[in-house]
Every structure is written in C-alpha cells, then in structure tokens.
C-alpha cells in the first residue's frame, strides 16, 4: 500500500492528473486556435485573455468551495455590480480609495454572510435563496446608482485595474494570487477537506463533530467578500460603478467550476480543475471575438458551454458510480 | 401435507469454475416437493453461482441437475421455465411500463389470430392472481406496484408457467414485517400445493420460521446438510457458515469490569417514550436488544448529542458532561459509529484517510492548519490494527466492502481519545465472517479498557457479545439481564410489544 508522503508538489501533480481529460481538451483547443485564428497567441491578446478570465477566474476561486459543500450561489454577479457601486459611491464621497475598496469589499461578505445565514441557519435551499438575494442586492445596485453609472473622481483608484506589472495587468496577478491563497485552503487547512466532506455526506461531517453550520457560513461570507473584490477591480478597470452589466457572470463561474471537474452534487474539487475550467471558457469566448462571431452566437455558445460542462459533470458522476 | 420422501429436485457433483476461482466443488443437494429448502452461507460461499445454474444461466463443468429422475441439460433460462424451475431475484425481472397481466403472461399473451385478446388476458390474470390470494389489479402498470406486490407479481408468474420448483434469493431485504409474513403466507401456501420452494437468505431468523431443512455452502462446497431445522440452533449454522466453533465467531471473553465510564440519568427526547438511564463501566460491554421501533438507535443518538436532548444527565468517568452536539461528545471521549454507514457515516468520494480522519481532523490540525503527516500516521496505524482490506490510504471509500467500510467508520470513531464507542448496528449487512471479525475487534475494545455499547435488533449476536443486555420496547428501557440471565427467551419476552406477550 503507497505510503509515500504527499508533498505539496505531487499533490499538486495527482490533481492535474485527476483532470487530465479538461487539461488536453484545453490542449487541442488551443493547438486548434494556433491554427485556425490567427492573431490568438499575440501578446495583445493573450493580455485581454487574460483579463478577460481574470474576474472569473477570482470568483471561481471561492465558488469551488460553495460547489464542493454541496450548494450555489446565484448572487455573485449582483454583488460584484453592487460591490463597484458602492466602492464608487465612498470613494466619491470620501476621497479615500482604501476606505472605497474597502467598502466594496464589506458590502459583498455583509450579502454573503446573509446567503449564508439563509442557508446554513434557516435551511433555506441555497439555489433559491441566492436567486432571491441576486436579485435583491441587483435591485439595491439600481437604487444606490440611482440607474446610471457611479463615474469615480480619484484617478489614483484607477491603478489597480488598469495598471500592470512586468506587463502582466494587475488583475491577472491579483487573480494569481487569490488561486494560490484559495489553493492552499482548499489543500493544507482544515477547511477545505471540511467542505468536502460536507459536500460529500452532510449527514456523516455532522456526526464525525463537523461544525457544517459554522463552515457554510464561511464559505458564503468568503465568496461574497471575494466577489465585493472582484467588483472593486472592475469598476476600477471601468474607470465607475456600473449598475447594469450583461448577466450570466455567476452561471460563467459555475461551468468554469464544472469544467474543471467540480461536480454539482458536491465533495469533489480542485483548484488545477478549476484553472482549467476558466482557461477553456475563457479561451473559447476569446476566440469567438477574434474570429468576430456576433454576440448573439456567442450566448448560444455559452449556453451550449455550459451544458457541454453539465453533460460532462454527469459522465463523471456516472463514472464514479455516484 | 406432509412432503413425499421421494425428492424431486436433485444436484449431484455440481461444480463450477471460474477465472481464478473455484466456485463450486462437488455440491449436491436433494428436495422433495411441498417442502422449503433453505441454501445458506457466506458472500461468495456460492449461492448465487448454484442458482444460476438451476436456472439456466450458467451450465456447470461438472455434475447433474434432475427433475423427477430426469436429467436436465439446460442451455439457457428458457428451458430452465419450460422444465418448471422459476428463480426469482433481488432484481425481479418484471417490465415496469407493461401491466399486471401483460407481465404474467409475457411470452404466451392470449391472442385471436395474432390481435391480442384483452379479455382473456384480462381473466387469466385474474386467476392466477386469486389463487395466490392477491387482491392486486391487472390492469395497474408494474412499475407503479410497492416492491413486495411485485414479488408478489413475479411469483404469480411463477406459477402460471407451471414452475415446480421456485427458488427465492434474500427476498426480504426490502420487505416491511407485514409484507415479509405476508410472503411466508405464500410460500407455506406454495408448500402446501407441493411445490418446491428453495430460499436463500442471510436472515436466518427468516430461516427458522419458513424452513424445513437447510444446506450451508462454505467456499463453494456443502459444508452441512441439516434435514431438520428443528435440531439446531442459530449459533450452529453460523457457526458452520465460517466454518469455527460459536466461542471463535463471538470471540466472547469474561474481563474484569472498572469503575463506570459513562453514567446517563433521566435522558429524555425524540424517540424515547420514557427517561432513559444507563450505565457503562469501563471494560464492559453492553448490548442493546429491542424490536424494530423500540427506541435503540434514538438512545445512542441521544446521548451522542446527535438528536439534541430535552432533558437528562450525563457523566463521562464520573465527571459531569453537556453534551449537546457531536463534537461535544466527541470531545468528551465518546464516539460512535451511525446505523446507516451509507447514509450517515461514509463520505463515498472521499479517501479511505479521509473518512478516517474526518472526526480527528480539528484535533491534530494546528491554527487550522492540516497535519497531513499525523493524518496519514492515524490512518495507517488504523488500517493495520483493524485489517482494513482497501488497495491504498487513497482509495475512495464507496469502492470498499461492506465490512470493510464499517470498520472505516470504527477507526474514524476510535481516532483520538475514546472513552466510550456507541456502536449502532455494527454489522447489519455485512456477511457472517466479516461480522465475526468486528465483534473480535469489539471485544479487543472492551479488552483495553474502553466501554462499548452495541445497539442490535439481531438477538443471537447480542447474547453471543455482551457482558450485560439492555432490552428496549417501544421507547424505552424495560430491562437489564446479566449475561448469565440473558437468555433467548426471557429477552425475547421482554422485547416484544405488551399487547402481543399478553395475547401470547
């Protein structure tokens, strides 16, 4: 029986492994495009890819560990918009961007923790409890912004989304690090087996002593700060708050995280899987631009995305015999 | 209706190999009609193979099957019908989007020159299913039937081609009670028409009710052959089952008990008609016996803290203790094992190191910060001691035995500094040698020192394991014998439902 200690590195390695399939459909998208689009492995391009996936890929982060305790969350993209919003408003106010970003991010864990009081306290079943709070939270955006875009007064704000380092954007690096840091939880603190579990057997966490409670409500308040961050870097990028952007971010943020292998019903996640996930959506949504694919093609595409992404979560199941 | 002597089914030097095992040597058995046989023993001791092979599916390598003198060669399930041998599953082999009737009669549908004659059909299902005495509509659709009027179903179909011998495989896994007398009410009516019924079951309470004679395969050959069940015991078949003596299988050892580890006064909650007070020393084991309903599993869960308690007291080595939660409770040194390992206990996808360190976790985990290397320390020395047979540390636990997933769960419990284990259920679906692994491990507990107490609704494994035996009815406590007074019958008496030992 292997008894070999895992090292952070080989257990970094045996994730990649588990993802192997995504990791070569990844592969053959991107020889396909090195082919077929021309203009994709530009160095232009690569840094808007890169942008591009870099909200998603923040959120997914946190939305890993909401899959793998076995519930949703629906509410993200209000929160984001909200977060802006809100960072906007007191930054205008205030003059201080620390206090503004600050206040974006504390909106959005104040939404999440609600999502999770509703969930974990009240039993409230987490699909529709953040379809609920989505729209709620939309509905404060509005009001807040009075209907139209927050435009931000203190330029030094704007660094953080539009500036960059090495000629990597600065989100790209911020969203670096929010997969390192979310990666570690996930694999060397307590709290990411603990989701897992939860996810895996609720009924089993509570018995072995779990405090499943405890650990929801963290995981809703920790996605919600983080996506009150992500609306923070976006309306810094976007120069103001906007209430009213395309929705469909947080469905985005699940088929990245089913793509990558978390599996909806729940105890089964990565963060490589989840890299993966964001890379392909991200790529393939990036190309459709590249090849000037008009917008509405590109709904069905995203929709077909993330049935492909459902489908695919099935088969596994399936094949684990879940 | 006394049986004819003269059998009517007999195997003689059945064998059967398969890639890498032999599946059955030499096995020979001989019934004779209006009587019912049962075929027991362990997983894997063959008694599928041999059904198969009386059906039709597979044809053995050696030996004879005969009907009535004649020698049989069947090369498939369908001749195995048409000579009247019916086998019916665990899987029935119904089609739940035909009918009643369109189910029975499959294959030979009354018909007027090729158009189906409804009102044949219609009639004919009708009487097949009165003779069975079944009050079910022919015209219902299969698959909208409760499991126990579809094997009701498939045995009227049995019987409509004619089948002289019918043989049962584990028929009761899913029944209720009720619907479990209602099928030995079939099956004594079945004997009564001289039918020739074989059952094969792992209940063997099941067996001593609705059986004359029984056969025990053990690693695919006849290890005893019982003509009369009246003869022997339930300790004797299992113990011909694994093939050791009684004392080998419950590994029962008289210890010295010490001074009371968990002390429970007045507990009082969901489940529990009355308070409930209990006691257990250290190195003592206690068993807990009671009928289905009785109140076992809500007892352990109460005082776990996994069913918040209204009321009650609850002292661990004689200190008092809250325990409101599980963590509590797990932090006060008691631990437990739940009765539904699938639904309660194991995290299928997760590893076998994982579920074996799910409670320890927060324990060995500094500032939040997992011990990978104590976890794995925890998890192999676990394995080791229990013998939990899993290909790696990694392997996910879903793909683990029975037996083995349960002990899982027993290292999951005694990870940490166990007190007292509340066993709940410890070996329901887990096959006679496994179980008699798990009641030498929980003697070995109660050997050093810890105090266990096993919640069973299987009365001989109660007797054979337990220091002292606590019998519950209907919500609550009603008695606690010593071992040396436990006997079958005065638990049994106890057990049951005042009503009924007052009828009786």
Known sequence: MASAAPTAIRRFRQGALDNASMIVVLLVLLAWLYFRVPGFFSLVNLQGLALSVSQVGMVACTMLFCLAAGDFDLSVESVVIFAGVVAAMVINATGSVTLGIGAGIVAGGIVGLANGLLIARLRVNALIATLATMQIVRGLGFIASHGSAVGISNERFFALGTGSFLSVPNPVWITVLCLVVFGLLLNKTTFGPNALAIGGNREAARLAGIPVERVKIAIFTLQGLMAGFAGVVLASRMTSGQPAIPSGFSLDVISACVLGGVSLSGGVGTIQGVIVGVLIMGTVQNAMNLSGVETFYQYIARGTILLAAVLFDLYRRGRRGV | ?504
């Open chain 2, 1 to 504: 209706m006394t049986p004819t002597t003269e059998p009517y089914l007999q195997c003689e030097g059945i064998s059967k190999r398969f890639p890498g095992v032999q599946a059955l040597e030499g096995v020979a058995l001989a019934v004779a009609p209006g009587a019912v046989h049962a075929l027991i023993g362990e997983n894997g001791a063959g008694k599928s193979t041999f059904l198969k092979i009386l059906s039709g599916v597979y044809a053995p390598d050696a030996g004879s099957v005969r009907l009535g003198g004649v020698p049989q060669a069947f090369h498939n399930a369908r001749d195995a019908i048409r000579a009247g041998v019916a086998v019916i599953y665990q899987e029935l082999q119904l089609v739940p989007q035909m009918t009643v009737a369109e189910n029975l009669f499959v294959g030979h549908l009354p018909h007027r020159c090729g158009w189906l004659d409804k009102r044949a059909l219609r009639a004919a299902a009708e009487r097949q299913l009165a003779a069975l005495g079944e009050d079910i509509d022919p015209g219902v659709r299969v698959g909208s039937l409760p499991l126990a009027q579809r094997q009701m179903v498939e045995i009227a179909k049995a019987l409509s081609r004619d089948a002289a011998v019918i043989a049962f495989d584990e028929p009761t896994s899913s029944l209720s009670e009720r619907e479990v007398q209602r099928l030995f009410a079939v099956i004594r009516d079945l004997k009564a028409r001289g039918r020739l019924v074989i059952y094969v079951s792992h209940r063997l309470q099941e067996v001593f009710e609705v059986c004359d004679a029984v056969t025990v395969l053990r690693d695919g050959r006849v290890a005893a052959e019982v003509s009369d069940l009246q003869t022997v015991t339930h300790d004797d078949l299992v113990s011909r089952m694994v093939g050791r003596s009684i004392a080998d299988v419950y590994h029962y050892a008289p210890r010295t008990h010490g001074p009371p580890v968990l002390e429970v006064e007045g507990l009082l909650g969901p489940g529990l008609a009355a308070s409930a007070s209990l006691s257990v020393a250290q190195g003592e084991i206690v068993g807990i016996f009671g009928l289905v309903g009785a109140g076992r599993t809500e007892l352990l869960r109460l005082i776990y803290g996994a069913t918040r308690p209204a009321a009650g007291h609850v002292r661990v080595q004689g200190a008092p203790a809250r325990i409101l939660s599980p963590a509590a409770a797990i932090a006060h040194g008691i631990a437990f094992t739940p009765e539904d390992r699938k639904q309660e206990g194991i995290v299928p996808l997760r590893s076998v190191r994982e579920n074996i360190n799910l409670s320890i976790r927060r324990v060995l985990a500094k500032w939040g910060i997992l011990r990978s290397r104590l976890e794995r320390q925890n998890a192999e020395r676990h394995v080791e001691r229990l013998r939990i047979r899993a290909a790696s540390l990694e392997q996910v636990a879903r793909d683990l035995s029975g037996g083995n997933q349960q002990k899982v769960l027993l290292a999951r419990a005694l990870s940490g500094q166990v007190k007292v284990v509340l066993l709940d259920e410890p070996t329901r679906g887990i096959d006679v040698g496994a179980k008699s692994e798990i009641y030498g491990l929980i003697a070995e507990l109660a050997g050093q020192g810890l105090g266990v107490v096993v919640a069973s609704s299987e009365l001989p494994e109660v007797l054979g394991i337990a220091d002292r035996v606590v019998v519950m009815r209907q919500g609550q406590i009603v008695a606690s014998l010593p071992r040396a007074e436990a006997t079958e019958e005065r638990v049994l008496k106890l057990a049951l439902p005042v009503t009924a030992a007052a009828r009786g």
